[in-house]
């Protein structure tokens, strides 16, 4: 099976799934202009079908055509024996100017020779550079298209490496490469080693790394882009003050200062900071004290599970593609709001949850719990009541992408990420005509207050929750009125109904 064979595979069934013919032709020009060129100037197989190439037989160029790919082949082959030219890329990117690679004669020549080649020999780390590649242009659904349709190579069986598996997710984004940019610079490489040291000595969870490594990067380029050799602490004010300049708020500033000070105190214990005090040890900021968490009372999650029954019942028996893409996003988006709600989980624990951690058996979810990645990682099961498990099992049923192993995934079979996780549960809460801002967290905190209510003992929620500390769970029966603690009490203490109550 040829690259070109299978797109046209790829493309016959989206029209089968109800695509529109313009959506369809769209995605064949995407493939073709992105996808194949990309895998073109990457497959190791291409250089030596450039050097064997017949320029009489592209008729479809035209004379100027096969002129400018005459031209661009003979000074490929002059350069062939170099080693440095081993990878069709770097060639173009050393010799674009004088190519002209932006040429459309030329690219046309490229795609066509990467649609003959069969899909079989796209290995794993070939497929994978691709994808970064296409993702690096940042063209609008380039990568995600191409990733799709190997995807679709995989499904039929004609890719012998599973694109779902592997796949980056966010917080894997601070170790690649690029991420702090080129290697040099005593700050860069600097955060580069204390990033490495989180992961690998103190075992930090890929959240609390990334947490860091997003507030530090920003610190870092800006120390390189004033040239500073040393922080002070007037080279900290300065920071502070350009950031808050930029609209920052307190909160965030604090958690800027709070990231340097242990960032600093690597660099010393490392000496590559030679002083002897922190000079973020000295600066606080008094951030303003945030509102109380905004949770859901009882009339408004049945308000909310309404709406979202209603929109699957909407869109469920649909044929065209829009109404069945609706309907795979409302089961899901149900499923997972009554997951957050009635097991309490952790934004984290969501969006790391895999098709496997569903127990058929028990009936149950298993969830790769928050903390230090090797030292205290826990994994707690819940079993979920008949409601929550039917609307999983319902979301596994519609699923697309057998093979992906994350359980959140967008149509295109993506794994959800964070931000699209809290985006989903704004939407479908704002649906139902609340205008409360309750965020995963807020549907956690709900689910305590809501069991708590019904008479939930603090040793149960504990555990439901996750929670390392009972101060920790005992936090949310602090937020329950003095009526709602009486009633609490009355069904929970063994001895209420004794005393004339």
Known sequence: MTVEEARQSY?????????SRTEVAEKASLLRRWFQFALAVHHPAIPAMLKSVDVKSLRSLGKQGRASVRAFLDRFRSSAESVRYLSLVSFIEENETECGMRERSRRGMLEGLAGTVEVVS?????????????EKQSIMSA?????????????????????????????????????????????????????????????????????????????????????????????????????????????????????????????MSVGRLKRRDNPAASLRIRAHRHAERQTLNETEVKKV????????????????????????????DLAMFLLFLFCGLRLSEVAEMRVEDLDGDKRGVRIQAKGNCRVRKKVREILVDERVWKALREYVRIRPHPGQQYLWIGWSGAPLRLSSLIKII?????????????????????????????GMDPYSLKTLLGHQSLMTTMDHYARLTEDQLRQVWKKSNPLAGMDGE
């Open 122 to 134: 796209i290995s794993e780390q070939l497929g994978r550079q691709v994808l970064g590649y296409l």
């Open 305 to 332: 599970i309404d709406s979202m029954e209603q929109a699957t019942y909407r869109s469920g028996g649909g044929v065209d593609i829009a109404t069945v893409m609706a309907h795979f996003r409302a089961v899901r």
């Open 426 to 454: 704004h939407h479908r809460i704002a649906e139902a005509g609340i205008t409360k801002g309750v965020s995963p967290h807020g549907l956690r905190a709900t689910c305590a207050s809501l069991y708590v209510k019904k």
């Open 143 to 267: 990568d995600a298209d191409s990733r799709a349709f190997l995807i679709h190579c995989f499904e039929k069986g004609w890719l012998g490496w599973n694109p779902h598996q592997g796949q980056r997710y966010g917080t894997d984004r601070v170790f690649e490469p690029d991420f702090l940019g080129p290697a040099g610079g005593v700050w860069r490489e600097g955060l580069r080693e204390y990033l490495c040291t989180l992961r690998d000595e103190r075992n930090l969870s890929a959240g609390g790394i990334d947490h860091y490594a997003r507030k530090l990067k920003v610190f870092v380029e800006w120390l390189e882009g004033k040239g500073c050799d040393d922080v002070q602490v007037s080279t900290l004010k300065e920071f502070i003050e350009c950031k808050r300049q930029q609209g920052v708020g307190e909160s965030t500033l604090s958690k800027y200062l709070y990231s340097i000070r242990y960032f600093l105190e690597h660099l």
């Open 11 to 19: 493309l016959s069934e989206l029209s089968d799934l109800g695509y």
